[in-house]
Structure formats: C-alpha cells, structure tokens
C-alpha cells in the first residue's frame, strides 16, 4: 500500500471523518497542517483543489471525505 498524506486544516468535519474513517480500517496517514506549510498549500493549489481534506495516496488523489476511495485502498 502507498503512503498516504492528508493535507487538511483545524477544525475540518471531513477531514476528521477522513481521519476515522482510516483508523477505522487500520490504515496509516500522513497529517500535514494547510495552515502551518505554505510549500504544501501550493502544492494543493497547483493540483487545482481548493477543499480540505485533500488525500494522496500514490498516484490517486481526491478531495472531500470519500468513503468509497477510502474502502478502494484497502482493496
């Protein structure tokens, strides 16, 4: 399984159920704080995102808390 990094800020509903989500399913994260890395803000810039979370795992990436990519990675 690739390494998976959430890019997400404080206080984001679907970042946490993100979050649960993967714990859930005993699947290991990166958190990197949007708010705290402007480096990683433009990177989600330049992927053309502009809603949190944002979920890279390999070559797949989405944005939003999307259970259905999530049960994807454990496949």
């Not at 859930?24 to 958190?31: L, T």
């Not at 979370?53 to 939003?64: D, F, L, R, T």
Request: proline residues 4%; glycine residues 4%.
């Amino acid at each position: 399984m690739s390494e998976i990094t959430i890019y997400s800020k404080p206080n984001c509903v679907q970042c946490n159920a993100t979050y649960q989500a993967l714990d859930r399913k005993s699947i290991s994260y990166q958190v990197i704080d949007l708010t705290q890395d402007s480096q990683a803000l433009e990177l989600i810039k330049q992927l053309g995102y502009q809603q949190v979370p944002v979920v890279i795992a390999g070559e797949q990436h989405w944005s939003g808390f999307r259970p259905d990519m999530i049960s994807r990675l454990v496949s």
